[in-house]
């Protein structure tokens, strides 16, 4: 029977591992410098932990299944709920700010095309507590080293604030089902539909222009400056735009200031209530948005005390698609690798225990087992991107030493047990 991958999913090759293994711990090293801790969640969650929080209609979208003991549970979706859940259990007591990071698989039901899987990964951070302001602009500088530090050019960062939105929602009074409309319209784009919502909420032509003149604000910090004049009398949105601006002071202390004011950015989600932000590659085209995340609060979900956090999401397979879009190179490894090779089947042991001095000075090194010609073994060697050969016969056994080839150079040189750890480290 031939048997093949199941939609939506990918096998990954030892050449695709290579480079998802050094943009993974580039991602780690910059988060961890900042002082994040990972986190691990299970890669199943009780059903209702999704649904609470993004109602039922998401179980179209969701893998879910019965246990053998009767109980909802899902693969999950994404992240963010999981960490809440994983808070509420273990870390409510905890001294705040818990600064966490985690990468790990998720899974979505839907149509896969391109950058769209049905098994993808997620690397995100969350912090639980502390300062909004000095969270939010520290997480957005941190992202930002990231995809620095990744090489990816063309990067667009485009910060906003839900919170000078709601604030005139709230001051008409608008109810909260046609506040989460809203916001979705605005999201999409869609300012058609947004123009209707607003007729049916009894919207006044003067309270338009001030929503049109907050989601039209797309340029520079000067632009959210001028806005804050249009709010004198909408208390709860110019106390949001001042609040932005100085994140934005902030993060510029931080060395990160190439951004875009963008206050139409609504991030789709209903528990999102302060900063948001994302990040684009228009390399990308139609899937450009590789990063997103922002300021909100999922402890309603469990009955517990509010805490605000701040996170963000990194769409890892879309990270990938970028290097491949602009043609990045993972840069070579450094570490020196072997290969050892016994001239005759009778020298495998003396060539399992030189490799094994070598593996024990974190060398990486292989054997030729199966006794392959020398040719074979050099071309391999060769393909592997291995810098050095080592080939082991009577002569080396007798003389407790090896003969070392320098791929590279083609140089070859006899030398003795005590000097090969030092020798090959030198390259």
């Not at 695709?16 to 002082?35: A, F, H, L």
């Not at 528990?271 to 300021?295: M, N």
């Not at 006794?371 to 050099?378: V, Y």
């Not at 030398?415 to 030198?426: N, Q």
């Amino acid at each position: 029977m031939d048997f093949k991958k199941p939609r939506g999913t990918r096998d990954f090759l030892a050449e695709d591992m290579k480079e998802r293994k050094y943009i993974e711990n580039t991602i780690r090293e910059v988060v961890e410098s900042y002082g994040f801790n990972e986190i691990k969640t299970p890669i199943f969650e009780d059903l209702e932990l999704f649904t609470t929080k993004s109602g039922e209609g998401i179980k179209e979208e969701l893998y879910h299944f019965q246990d053998k003991g009767g109980r909802d549970l899902t693969l999950r979706p994404e992240m963010t709920a999981s960490v809440a859940r994983l808070y509420n259990n273990n870390l409510r007591m905890a001294p705040k700010p818990l600064k966490m990071y985690y990468f790990g698989s998720c899974f979505r039901y839907e149509r896969p095309q391109a950058g769209r899987f049905r098994q993808f990964w997620q690397f995100g951070i969350e912090v639980i507590g502390g300062t909004p302001i000095y969270n939010e602009a520290e997480i957005i500088s941190m992202l930002n080293d990231a995809l620095s530090r990744l090489n990816i050019k063309n990067v667009e960062l485009a910060i906003g604030h839900l919170g000078i939105i709601k604030g005139v929602l709230t001051q008409l009074e608008i109810e909260t089902e046609k506040q989460s409309q809203i916001i979705a319209s605005i999201d999409k784009e869609d300012y058609e539909l947004l123009d209707t919502i607003l007729d049916d909420c009894n919207v006044t032509d003067e309270y338009k222009d001030i929503i049109n003149n907050i989601i039209n604000v797309n340029g520079s910090k000067d632009e959210l400056i001028q806005l804050k004049d249009e709010l004198t009398e909408v208390p709860d949105s110019l106390k949001a735009a001042e609040e932005l601006e100085e994140i934005l002071d902030i993060l510029e202390v931080f060395g990160c200031d190439d951004y875009t004011v963008k206050l139409s950015i609504a991030r789709g989600l209903d528990y999102y209530t302060g900063v948001v932000f994302e990040v684009y590659v228009p390399d990308l085209g139609a899937e450009k948005q590789v990063a997103g995340g922002g300021t909100y609060n999922l402890m309603g979900l469990f009955d517990s005390q509010e805490v605000e956090s701040s996170g963000f999401a990194i769409g890892f397979d879309r990270i990938i698609e970028a290097y491949h879009r602009q043609d990045i190179e993972v840069p070579t490894d450094e570490i020196p690798k072997v290969l050892v090779i016994p001239i005759k089947n009778e020298f495998k042991k003396n060539a399992i225990s030189v490799a094994q001095v070598l593996r024990e000075a974190n060398i990486i090194t292989d054997i030729d087992l199966k006794g392959k010609k020398l040719k074979k073994n050099l071309s391999y060697a060769n393909s592997q991107n291995i810098d050095n050969v080592i080939m082991i016969g009577q002569q080396e056994v007798e003389t407790n030493t090896v003969t070392l080839k320098r791929m590279a150079t083609k140089e070859q040189v006899n030398i003795s047990m005590d000097e090969l750890v030092d020798t090959i480290l030198k390259k």
